[in-house]
Structures are given as C-alpha cells and as structure tokens.
C-alpha cells in the first residue's frame, strides 16, 4: 500500500557543522554594529570609505552569508530532499569562510588592499567553491528536482560571481587587470551580490519556509518560476546596460523587472500567509514577514537614485549610502533575525534531546531561548534601523550615533539568545 | 486520512499512545497531524509494524519524531518487535489533518 523508504530520509546534516556558522555570523554582526557606531561621525561622506567597506563586507560575508551558508547545509536536505554531499566540505567551508573575512574586512579598514585583503578574498572564494562543489553533488545524488533548489543554486553562482569580481577588483586596486578603475565596477559587484545571491536565495528558500512554518495550504511553482526568471532577467539586462549601453534610461529596465520579481514574492507569501491552518503567527515569523515588505524600500531608493541620474545627472551619495544600509541592516538583516529563531532552536534541541525523545518530558524547542529578549531585539532593531535610515539621508551625526546604539543593543540580545541556544544543557532535576 | 490495520482494537490502542508523541515545531500530536498510515500486528511473531510519515522529507526533527513513536509503541506493546518504517508515497498534506488537529491549530 504504501511505499516505504526506511530510516535514510530523516538523516540530517550534523550540527557541528551548523552552529559554527550561526556562532561567527552573530559575533559579526556585532562587530559590524560597533563598527557603525565609530563610523558614525563621517559614514555619510561616500560609501567608498574604508570603514564602511570594512562595515559593509562584514554584514555582507560575516553576518549575512555566513548564517546563509551555515542554514543552508542544513536547509538543503528538506529542499532537495536528498541528504548533504559531504559534513567534511561544509566544515572546510567554514574554516576557510571564517579565515578569509577578517583578513578582507581588515584590508578594507586600513584601506590596505594589498596581501590581507587578498588572501583573505581568495580564502573566500575557496569557501564558496567547496559550498558549491557540495551543493551540486548533493542535488546530484537527490532523485527529485525542484524549483526551490534551482533556486539555491543559481544563487551560488552568483555568489562565485560576485566574489570573484571582488577578488579582481582588488588585484586591480595594486596592478591594473581591468580596462577601467575599480571602482567603476562597484555598482556590478555590489548588484552580483544582493540581488544574485541573497535577493534569489532569500525568495527561492523564504517561498519553501514561510509556507512551512505558517503551515499554509498555498504553493505556486509557476510563479515562483516567473520570480525566478524576472530576477535572473534583471541582473542579466543590468550587465549588459552596465558594461555595453551608455543610455542610461535602459537603466530602470532592470529595475523593473527586479521589482516584478520582489512583487510577485510579497504577493506568493500573503497567499501563504491568507491560506495558512496555523493561525497564531509567532514573533519570529511576524519579522520574518515583515523583511518581506521591506524589499520593496531599497527598490524605492533605486528608482529615486536612477531619477536623479536621469534628470539632474548627478549622483546622490547619501541616497546611494542609504540604499546600501536598508539592504544589509534591512531586510536580510530582519530576515536573519527572524528565522534564525525559527532553525537554531531545532538544531539546538536535536543535539541536546534527540536521544530523549519520547522517553520523558523535554521541553519544546521554541521555549530554549527568551521570547522577551527577541521582542526587545526586534523593537531595538526597528528604532535603530528607521533612525539610522533618517539620520544618514538627514546627514545628523547625533541621530546615526543614537541609531547605532540601538543597533548595537540588537546584536547584544542576539548574541545573548544565540549564546543561551548553543550553551543550552538539559535540566537534570 | 483514517489509519489502515489489520487489528482495529490493538490499534486503537497504539494511537492512544502515538497521541503523546507531539511534533516540536507544531506543538500537533503525529496522530492528528495525519502522520501515521498504518499499524499492523503479527501477533504470533510478536511483532508491530507501524508505516508513518513526516510533514517533509529529511525533517530535522523527522528522527526524533520516528524514535520518539517507536519508545511510545514499546511502552505499550512490552516485549513485542517494534519497526516504524517512513512512506512518503502518498507525501503527507493539509488534508490529512484531522478535525482535532485543525481546531487545535486555529486555537494556536
């Protein structure tokens, strides 16, 4: 009657692989709080400064990707529904990620882009290589193919993609290798890097988790396709318009067709959300949902900075400051804290309570962290992101101050209930 | 989705004690979560046989789930052969739900 498939199909990926990068991701985003707070006073300049680099890289690498790769070894099993290639690469992966930022992240502050940048730049590229090596093995030995694990794919390359760019970019700092300056290349980069990888990989996992844990009757491939094709297309014509166009109209068609991608994402998770069986929707899912709806800002921004270049033909540098802060500290920041309690506290109570399951009362991995630390991390986070937003398009050094003070008290309380999660013993009595 | 057995009255009693085991993330017993598809008995041989699924292959909670089903069911069949086998055909979906479970979950 029903065909069986043994013990094979609950084997998940080990969790010493898993936490350590949840672990380093928490530790950089407080560090990139700090960093803020002392670079306060002249963030608004430019964005090509050495501390913001510095800033940026290590919400880009050390918080943001590091959290990703690390929720993705253990996430890709439940989206490919095949078991994880190899435990050993992903902790190779680890290592060499965990090496190469600080390295990067230190040339970019002393502005040194000479051998720690890059080597901490090619350690990086190692780390993706491996993370790549172990996805597609993996997606080959799963017998079922899906969209959401085109998704992730793709997204990986484009991560290569971008840091590679990054590591030519670099080399060209000290010996040119590119026709122009490196920093005319930034713009390709830097949109390598949000929109490829973390734009593709947040919309192809979000369309597989958000309807999982809101346990939502909705799914729809055909649209999730359609996003897939409209933000690949973006990037794509973005390119092209980039290195071979010099009209700089041509410019808001990407955007376009990035925003269509973003719209039909909001639009696939308010289904889920207005088709779910679980009514109660807890905090961590509520920010969750939330990043979603902040997608739509950096868009905004985009379409203003692109106005301004079309009509006054200048650039705005805070508006374009803005745009970069409302993407690492906005919604891949909101959707990192949102779902980071959603995953850890399971990975959690499998290490701690596995053996004890069904043989006695174990508590529920929801209640191995403080809910009313998270609530207070949610609305520091919110102060602080609206009130940095505002202070750097104000260009007010007291507003940025405040707002990095109230970020950095975000990342405290993360990092508290991260810690409290992984310091986490049973109770003997 | 109703539970297929060759012993209605022994069943009956292993989802009493399935009705303990709860899938952590949400909160629902595997009973009314429509997890368990059959449980037979061989009563000379002294062996159970329950076919259960999950709500998503490769759950990470999907081992504990499956040793947390087998302690319930040795607890109530002593000295009997436990063996809890995984189906993902049919895959598990919302309908299989029961009454219980959804106005657990609207409560929720």
Same mark, same amino acid.
């Given at each position: 009657?029903?065909?069986? &498939?043994?013990? &094979?199909?609950? #084997?998940?990926?080990?969790?010493?692989?898993?936490?350590?990068?949840? @672990?380093?991701?928490?530790?950089?985003?407080?560090?990139?709080?700090?960093?803020?707070?002392?670079?306060?006073?002249?963030?608004?300049?430019?964005?090509?400064?050495?501390?913001? @680099?510095?800033?940026?890289?290590?919400?880009?690498?050390?918080?943001?990707?590091?959290?990703? *790769?690390?929720?993705?070894?253990?996430?890709?099993?439940?989206?490919?529904?095949?078991?994880?290639?190899?435990?050993?690469?992903?902790?190779?992966?680890?290592?060499?990620?965990?090496?190469?930022?600080?390295?990067?992240?230190?040339?970019?502050?002393?502005?040194?882009?000479?051998?720690?940048?890059?080597?901490?730049?090619?350690?990086?590229?190692?780390?993706?290589?491996?993370?790549?090596?172990? @996805?597609?093995?993996?997606?080959?030995?799963?017998?079922?193919?899906?969209?959401?694990?085109?998704?992730?794919?793709?997204?990986?390359? =484009?991560?290569?993609?971008?840091?590679?760019?990054?590591?030519?970019?670099?080399?060209?700092?000290?010996?040119?290798?590119?026709?122009?300056?490196?920093?005319?290349?930034?713009?390709?980069?830097?949109?390598?890097?949000?929109?490829?990888?973390?734009? *593709?990989?947040?919309?192809? /996992?979000?369309?597989?988790?958000?309807?999982?844990?809101?346990?939502?009757?909705?799914?729809?491939?055909?649209?999730?396709? =359609?996003?897939?094709?409209?933000?690949? #297309?973006?990037?794509?014509?973005?390119?092209?318009?980039? *290195?071979?166009?010099?009209?700089?109209?041509?410019?808001?068609?990407?955007?376009?067709?990035?925003?269509?991608?973003?719209?039909?994402?909001?639009?696939?998770?308010?289904?889920?959300?207005?088709?779910?069986?679980?009514?109660?929707?807890?905090?961590?899912?509520?920010?969750?949902?939330?990043?979603?709806?902040?997608?739509?800002? !950096? /868009? /905004?921004?985009?379409?203003?900075?692109?106005?301004?270049?079309?009509?006054?033909?200048?650039?705005?540098? $805070?508006?374009?400051?803005?745009?970069?802060?409302?993407?690492?500290?906005?919604?891949?920041?909101?959707?990192?804290?949102?779902?980071?309690?959603?995953?850890? !506290?399971?990975?959690?109570?499998?290490?701690?309570?596995?053996?004890?399951?069904?043989?006695?009362?174990?508590?529920?991995?929801?209640?191995?962290?403080?809910?009313?630390?998270?609530?207070?991390?949610?609305?520091?986070?919110?102060?602080?992101?609206?009130?940095?937003?505002?202070?750097?398009?104000?260009?007010?050094?007291?507003?940025?101050?405040?707002?990095?003070?109230?970020?950095?008290?975000?990342?405290?309380?993360?990092?508290?209930? /991260?810690?409290?999660?992984?310091?986490?013993?049973?109770? $003997?009595? | 989705?109703?539970?297929?057995?060759?012993?209605?009255?022994?069943?009956?009693?292993?989802?009493?004690?399935?009705?303990?085991?709860?899938? !952590?993330?949400?909160?629902?017993?595997?009973?009314?979560?429509?997890?368990?598809?059959?449980?037979?008995?061989?009563?000379?041989?002294?062996?159970?046989?329950?076919?259960?699924?999950?709500?998503?292959?490769?759950?990470?909670?999907?081992?504990?789930?499956?040793? #947390?089903? $087998?302690?319930?069911?040795?607890?109530?069949?002593?000295?009997?052969?436990?063996?809890?086998?995984?189906?993902?055909?049919?895959?598990?979906?919302?309908?299989?739900?029961?009454?219980?479970? $959804?106005?657990?979950?609207?409560?929720?």
């Amino acid at each position: 009657m029903f065909t069986t &498939t043994g013990d &094979t199909a609950t #084997a998940t990926t080990s969790h010493k692989v898993v936490l350590p990068f949840y @672990l380093y991701a928490a530790i950089a985003f407080l560090v990139a709080t700090v960093l803020l707070l002392l670079s306060a006073n002249n963030i608004t300049e430019h964005y090509f400064l050495p501390h913001t @680099l510095a800033i940026v890289h290590i919400m880009a690498l050390g918080w943001g990707t590091m959290i990703i *790769l690390g929720a993705s070894h253990q996430l890709v099993p439940v989206l490919i529904e095949g078991k994880l290639y190899s435990d050993t690469l992903a902790l190779l992966c680890f290592i060499l990620a965990a090496l190469g930022i600080p390295l990067l992240s230190y040339g970019f502050y002393v502005f040194d882009m000479g051998w720690p940048a890059q080597w901490g730049a090619c350690l990086v590229v190692s780390a993706i290589v491996l993370y790549l090596v172990n @996805l597609a093995m993996s997606m080959l030995q799963s017998k079922k193919e899906n969209v959401h694990a085109v998704f992730i794919f793709t997204s990986a390359l =484009w991560l290569l993609t971008t840091a590679t760019v990054g590591l030519l970019l670099l080399h060209n700092f000290t010996q040119p290798i590119l026709s122009r300056n490196s920093l005319d290349y930034l713009a390709l980069h830097a949109h390598f890097g949000i929109v490829g990888w973390f734009l *593709l990989l947040v919309t192809g /996992v979000g369309s597989r988790l958000i309807p999982m844990f809101l346990i939502s009757k909705y799914g729809n491939d055909r649209q999730l396709w =359609w996003i897939y094709g409209c933000i690949n #297309a973006g990037l794509l014509l973005f390119i092209y318009v980039f *290195l071979y166009s010099g009209n700089r109209t041509l410019l808001l068609l990407p955007v376009l067709l990035v925003a269509s991608g973003i719209v039909l994402f909001g639009n696939f998770c308010y289904k889920a959300y207005r088709q779910r069986i679980r009514k109660k929707v807890d905090e961590q899912m509520r920010l969750s949902l939330l990043s979603v709806a902040m997608m739509v800002l !950096p /868009v /905004v921004f985009l379409v203003v900075i692109v106005g301004f270049l079309l009509v006054a033909d200048k650039s705005q540098t $805070r508006l374009a400051i803005a745009y970069g802060f409302i993407i690492f500290f906005g919604w891949i920041t909101a959707i990192i804290l949102g779902m980071t309690f959603k995953t850890l !506290p399971f990975i959690v109570w499998n290490k701690v309570y596995h053996h004890l399951a069904g043989k006695g009362k174990t508590p529920n991995p929801k209640d191995l962290f403080s809910n009313v630390l998270f609530q207070w991390m949610g609305i520091a986070y919110l102060l602080g992101f609206v009130l940095f937003t505002a202070g750097i398009v104000a260009g007010h050094v007291f507003t940025l101050q405040l707002a990095a003070v109230l970020l950095i008290t975000c990342s405290v309380l993360y990092n508290w209930n /991260v810690l409290q999660l992984l310091l986490h013993k049973p109770d $003997r009595t | 989705m109703n539970v297929i057995s060759n012993n209605t009255l022994r069943a009956t009693v292993a989802l009493a004690a399935l009705q303990h085991v709860v899938d !952590p993330e949400i909160g629902l017993n595997v009973v009314d979560l429509g997890l368990i598809y059959q449980i037979d008995f061989d009563e000379a041989a002294k062996k159970v046989y329950c076919t259960m699924t999950l709500t998503t292959q490769f759950c990470p909670m999907g081992e504990s789930i499956t040793d #947390a089903a $087998r302690t319930a069911l040795q607890e109530t069949f002593p000295g009997e052969d436990i063996t809890v086998t995984l189906s993902f055909d049919p895959a598990w979906n919302h309908e299989m739900i029961s009454e219980e479970g $959804r106005e657990f979950l609207n409560e929720r």
